[in-house]
């Protein structure tokens, strides 16, 4: 698929991931990549230009198991952020599917 | 690829990010490793779905540049940000270079043509002392006033450099914006 495309989608789903809650690093690229084809490696440079954005804040937490963990919290500004893609991807997927609806059918007759 | 092998070949492709800065790169991928491998995945398993360190280094840097661009933009700090972010893909060869060469050609011709005006009396001055038969009075009031229009020209100039690398700091943010963020084509 087009790589421009989906970029920008990338950023949606990782800031739709922390709307509910904290999630660490390794947490939302598994996520991720169960449901989309991603190399995994981007997402690291991509939190940490939405980090410097000021859209999360970052802390460390221990863990039972293996090294602490790097958890990603969005802040208010990432919040507002994050809506207003939702809303944009909204109109533009709505806007798509209708279009392929239309378009599609009429290819059989 | 091993784990140690990909960390190395990201450390080094990160060599000109400062050590602080790198480190908490390093980090995010061995914590990373380190939990896939708790996980019961391998080292080349985890490696192979990350996707290549040049790549994931090519990211960083595009970003880290225009940051610092952004604090300060000193000419050679434009020049580090606009390689850094033709540097993400072919795509940006066209729609980054193309208009960069453009621009800077035409601010470059801005103020060499402000210069060149301003020092023209002095060329007025060499054709007298060359040629003195050729002396008149319109070519002496002629020259003075091109260089007057010269100084406003650099002066124009001046802030219209500013306006430009601004604008085109933002043109790369929103570059960076589109292309970037790893979706596998």
């Given at each position: 698929?087009?790589?421009?495309?989906?970029?920008?989608?990338?950023?949606?789903?990782?800031?739709?991931?922390?709307?509910?809650k904290d999630r660490y690093g390794y947490e939302l690229v598994q996520n991720i990549s169960s449901k989309i084809a991603i190399s995994e490696g981007s997402v690291y440079p991509l939190l940490r230009r939405l980090t410097k954005e000021e859209y999360f804040t970052t802390y460390l937490q221990e863990s039972q198991e293996g090294p602490?963990?790097?958890y990603y919290?969005?802040?208010?500004?990432?919040r507002s952020h994050l809506y207003e893609l939702r809303d944009e991807w909204q109109q533009f997927t709505k806007g798509v599917n209708e279009i392929i609806k239309e378009g599609v059918g009429y290819d059989k007759g | 690829m091993t784990r140690d092998k990909f960390i190395n070949k990201l450390d080094r492709a990160l060599i000109s990010v400062p050590y602080e800065e790198r480190k908490d790169i390093i980090q995010d991928f061995e914590e990373h490793f380190a939990m896939g491998e708790n996980e019961g995945k391998?080292?080349?398993?985890?490696?192979?779905?990350?996707?290549?360190?040049?790549?994931?280094?090519?990211e960083v840097l595009a970003s880290y540049y225009l940051g610092k661009v952004e604090k300060s933009s000193s000419t050679g700090n434009v020049m580090r940000a606009v390689w850094a972010v033709i540097g993400l893909g072919f795509f940006n060869l066209v729609i980054v270079l193309a208009p960069f060469v453009a621009i800077a050609g035409f601010?470059?011709?801005?103020?060499?043509?402000?210069?060149?005006?301003?020092?023209?009396?002095?060329?007025?001055?060499?054709?007298?002392?060359l040629f003195p038969d050729s002396f008149n009075l319109i070519d002496m009031f002629a020259s003075i006033a091109l260089s007057g229009a010269g100084i406003l020209l650099i002066i124009?100039?001046?802030?219209?450099?500013?306006?430009?690398?601004?604008?085109?700091?933002?043109?790369l943010n929103y570059n960076v914006r589109l292309v970037k963020g790893g979706m596998k084509a």
């Open positions: 698929m087009n790589v421009q495309f989906k970029k920008g989608a990338l950023e949606l789903c990782v800031l739709a991931l922390l709307d509910k602490s963990r790097k919290q969005l802040t208010e500004k990432g | 391998s080292e080349e398993e985890i490696a192979e779905s990350l996707g290549a360190p040049n790549q994931i280094a090519k601010v470059l011709s801005g103020w060499i043509a402000g210069g060149a005006f301003i020092v023209s009396p002095l060329l007025f001055i060499i054709n007298i002392l124009g100039m001046y802030y219209l450099t500013k306006l430009i690398r601004t604008v085109f700091i933002r043109y």
